[in-house]
């Protein structure tokens, strides 16, 4: 799977942390978040996470938690129409 850089629309934001208390964020798209979710519950070895900025490769028995946002949040002003 590769993320669509054109369509940010359906994208969602992850934040994976690991024992360490390191963690990586990353835009997906939902088909790929959904398999990372998919891949921790089935107890896999490790997840090919395909980014905007690349791929990861993930050690799942080293994830503590996921949290996955469905918008990005936007600090400060916006402009509205």
Do not use: C, H
């Not at 993320?3 to 994976?16: A, E, K, L, M």
């Not at 990372?36 to 490769?57: C, N, Q, R, W």
Request: aromatic share 6%; proline share 2%; hydrophobic share 45%.
């Amino acid at each position: 799977m590769s993320p669509d850089n054109n369509d940010n629309i359906d994208n969602v934001r992850i934040q994976v942390a690991f024992e360490g208390g390191q963690s990586v964020g990353a835009n997906v798209s939902q088909e790929v978040a959904d398999a990372l979710a998919a891949a921790l519950a089935a107890s896999e070895a490790v997840f090919e996470l395909p980014t905007e900025d690349g791929t990861y490769v993930l050690s799942l028995g080293k994830v503590v938690y996921v949290r996955r946002s469905e918008r990005e949040t936007q600090i400060g002003f916006a402009a509205t129409a």
